[in-house]
C-alpha cells in the first residue's frame, strides 16, 4: 500500500464522524471574549484562568525584553539559548516554590516526555493516575520502563501496585488538578504512599500553579507536599507558554546531561522569560485575581445546580458538563456558539468513552452577567 492510499484510508475511517477535528482561526480575545471573523463570543473555553495574557505590565515587559535581546533565543540553552533572563527566571521559580533548582522547557508537554525518557530505564517502573494527562502517558509508554496504572484517585489502587515488587526504581506520576474532570488529586496521602516504598513522585501542576496555595504556589504547596519533581507549565494560570522543571541540584545536572528534548530544542525567547518573569510578581500579589475567580466558581456551581446536564464535582476552574453522546454534546456545542457563547466540545479518546462533555472554563475575567449569559444558553438548549 502507498502512503497516499494509507493516509487516504485512515482520513476517510475518521472524516465524518463525530471524532473530526478542526481548527477556526480567531483574531484574538481580550480574557472574556473571542473576536472571530463572524462576531465576539463569551469565551468558556480559555485555560488563561487569572486573564494575565492581556496583562498590561506582562505585555510590556515582552517588549522590553524584545528590545534588549530581540525575538529569539538563537539556539538551544546549551549552545547560545541560555541568556541572562532564562537564568532570572529559573531562580525567580526556584525560590517561589521551594526547590533548589528550575529547569525551563519549551512546553509542558515537552517537560514531562523529557523528564520520563532522561530518568526511566529497562529495569524500572512507572505508576501512574489514569487519567493522567496524554503527555504523560505517552512518555510513559515509550519510555523502556514498564507503565502500571492505578485507578484515579484511588489510593487503595495505587498500594496495590506499589506493593509489587520492581527490580528498579519507581515513578508515580498524577496531575495536581485533572485537566478534563477539574478534580483534585489527593497529593498528601499519594506522597505518604510513594515516600514509605521508597519512590519519587512527579506532580504535573499545570491548572492548579498560580490558583492554588499561598501566593498561587500550587497543588503541592495547599496540600504540604513536595514531589521529588514538579512541573508547572506557563499556559494556563500565567497566561504565556512554555514550562519548567522543579527538581533538587542532583537531578537537574542530571537532565541538563540527559534530557535529549531540552539539549536539543531551541530555548524559549529571551523576551518570554522576561514576560514570565513579571508574570511570576503578578502572580504572587494577585489575590484579589484568584479571589474573583474562585467567587465565579462558586456562583457558577450554585445557578448551575438545575441544569439538566451532569456537573461532575469540581470546586476549581474546569466545570465539565458531561453530555455522554459524542454527536449531542457536539449539537449542543454549536447551539451555544450560536447563542454567541464559546464552549468546546471535549470528545473521546481525549475523554473516556461514553464521557463527551462541555468542558467550561471559568477565568478571574469573567463577570456574573457573563455566566448568566452562560447559564441561560445551556438552559434554552434542547439537545
Same mark, same amino acid.
Given at each position: 500500500?502507498?502512503?497516499?492510499? &494509507? =493516509?487516504?484510508?485512515?482520513?476517510?475511517?475518521?472524516?465524518?464522524?463525530?471524532?473530526?477535528?478542526?481548527?477556526?482561526?480567531?483574531?484574538?480575545?481580550?480574557?472574556?471574549?473571542?473576536?472571530?471573523?463572524?462576531?465576539?463570543?463569551?469565551?468558556?473555553?480559555?485555560?488563561?484562568?487569572?486573564? #494575565?495574557?492581556?496583562?498590561?505590565?506582562?505585555?510590556?515587559?515582552?517588549?522590553?525584553?524584545?528590545?534588549?535581546?530581540?525575538?529569539?533565543?538563537?539556539? &538551544?540553552? !546549551? +549552545?547560545?539559548?541560555?541568556?541572562?533572563?532564562?537564568?532570572?527566571?529559573?531562580?525567580?521559580?526556584?525560590?517561589?516554590?521551594?526547590?533548589?533548582?528550575?529547569?525551563?522547557?519549551?512546553?509542558?508537554?515537552?517537560?514531562?516526555?523529557? +523528564?520520563?525518557?532522561?530518568?526511566?530505564?529497562?529495569?524500572?517502573?512507572?505508576?501512574?493516575?489514569?487519567?493522567?494527562?496524554?503527555? =504523560?502517558?505517552?512518555?510513559?509508554?515509550?519510555?523502556?520502563?514498564?507503565?502500571?496504572?492505578?485507578?484515579?484517585?484511588?489510593?487503595?489502587?495505587?498500594?496495590? !501496585?506499589?506493593?509489587?515488587?520492581?527490580?528498579?526504581?519507581?515513578?508515580? +506520576?498524577?496531575?495536581?488538578?485533572?485537566?478534563?474532570?477539574?478534580?483534585?488529586?489527593?497529593?498528601?496521602?499519594?506522597?505518604?504512599?510513594?515516600?514509605? &516504598?521508597?519512590?519519587?513522585?512527579?506532580?504535573?501542576?499545570?491548572?492548579?500553579?498560580?490558583?492554588?496555595?499561598?501566593?498561587?504556589?500550587?497543588?503541592?504547596?495547599?496540600? *504540604?507536599?513536595?514531589?521529588?519533581?514538579?512541573?508547572?507549565?506557563?499556559?494556563?494560570?500565567?497566561?504565556?507558554?512554555?514550562?519548567?522543571?522543579?527538581?533538587?541540584?542532583?537531578?537537574?545536572?542530571?537532565?541538563?546531561?540527559?534530557?535529549?528534548?531540552?539539549?536539543?530544542?531551541?530555548?524559549?525567547?529571551?523576551?518570554?522569560?522576561?514576560? =514570565?518573569?513579571?508574570?511570576?510578581?503578578?502572580?504572587?500579589?494577585?489575590?484579589?485575581?484568584?479571589?474573583?475567580?474562585?467567587?465565579?466558581?462558586?456562583?457558577?456551581?450554585?445557578?448551575?445546580? !438545575? #441544569?439538566?446536564?451532569?456537573?461532575?464535582?469540581?470546586?476549581?476552574?474546569?466545570?465539565?458538563?458531561?453530555?455522554?453522546? *459524542?454527536?449531542?454534546?457536539?449539537? =449542543?456545542?454549536?447551539?451555544?456558539?450560536?447563542?454567541?457563547?464559546? +464552549?468546546?466540545?471535549?470528545?473521546?479518546?481525549?475523554? /473516556? /468513552?461514553?464521557?463527551?462533555? #462541555?468542558?467550561?472554563?471559568?477565568?478571574?475575567?469573567?463577570?456574573?452577567?457573563?455566566?448568566?449569559?452562560?447559564?441561560?444558553?445551556? !438552559?434554552?438548549?434542547?439537545?
Amino acid at each position: 500500500m502507498s502512503w497516499s492510499d &494509507s =493516509l487516504s484510508r485512515r482520513l476517510a475511517e475518521r472524516r465524518g464522524t463525530s471524532l473530526w477535528r478542526n481548527r477556526q482561526a480567531h483574531q484574538g480575545s481580550d480574557g472574556r471574549l473571542l473576536f472571530t471573523s463572524d462576531g465576539q463570543y463569551l469565551n468558556f473555553s480559555s485555560n488563561d484562568y487569572l486573564g #494575565l495574557s492581556q496583562h498590561p505590565q506582562i505585555i510590556a515587559a515582552w517588549q522590553q525584553g524584545a528590545e534588549q535581546y530581540g525575538v529569539g533565543s538563537g539556539g &538551544s540553552g !546549551h +549552545v547560545t539559548g541560555y541568556t541572562t533572563a532564562h537564568h532570572v527566571l529559573e531562580q525567580q521559580l526556584a525560590e517561589w516554590l521551594g526547590y533548589s533548582h528550575a529547569l525551563l522547557f519549551i512546553s509542558g508537554y515537552a517537560a514531562n516526555q523529557g +523528564v520520563i525518557a532522561a530518568l526511566m530505564e529497562k529495569e524500572d517502573r512507572i505508576i501512574a493516575d489514569r487519567l493522567s494527562h496524554a503527555s =504523560l502517558m505517552e512518555a510513559a509508554m515509550h519510555s523502556p520502563s514498564q507503565l502500571r496504572r492505578f485507578l484515579h484517585n484511588d489510593l487503595d489502587s495505587l498500594k496495590h !501496585h506499589l506493593a509489587k515488587t520492581c527490580v528498579g526504581k519507581t515513578l508515580v +506520576v498524577t496531575e495536581g488538578i485533572f485537566s478534563m474532570d477539574g478534580d483534585c488529586a489527593p497529593l498528601e496521602a499519594i506522597a505518604q504512599q510513594t515516600r514509605s &516504598s521508597k519512590s519519587w513522585l512527579m506532580v504535573d501542576d499545570a491548572h492548579g500553579i498560580g490558583i492554588h496555595g499561598h501566593e498561587g504556589r500550587g497543588s503541592c504547596w495547599s496540600q *504540604n507536599v513536595k514531589p521529588e519533581i514538579l512541573i508547572v507549565t506557563f499556559g494556563k494560570a500565567f497566561g504565556l507558554s512554555g514550562a519548567a522543571v522543579l527538581c533538587d541540584e542532583q537531578t537537574a545536572e542530571y537532565l541538563l546531561q540527559y534530557s535529549r528534548h531540552l539539549i536539543y530544542s531551541t530555548s524559549m525567547p529571551p523576551a518570554q522569560a522576561v514576560a =514570565l518573569s513579571e508574570a511570576v510578581r503578578q502572580i504572587r500579589a494577585g489575590e484579589s485575581l484568584r479571589q474573583s475567580l474562585q467567587n465565579n466558581i462558586r456562583y457558577f456551581r450554585r445557578e448551575a445546580q !438545575h #441544569l439538566s446536564f451532569a456537573l461532575m464535582d469540581s470546586e476549581t476552574a474546569i466545570q465539565p458538563l458531561i453530555i455522554g453522546n *459524542n454527536e449531542r454534546c457536539l449539537a =449542543l456545542s454549536h447551539q451555544l456558539r450560536q447563542r454567541k457563547v464559546w +464552549v468546546k466540545a471535549i470528545l473521546p479518546p481525549t475523554v /473516556p /468513552p461514553d464521557s463527551a462533555r #462541555l468542558r467550561i472554563t471559568l477565568t478571574a475575567s469573567h463577570t456574573r452577567q457573563d455566566i448568566d449569559v452562560l447559564l441561560g444558553a445551556l !438552559h434554552g438548549s434542547d439537545c
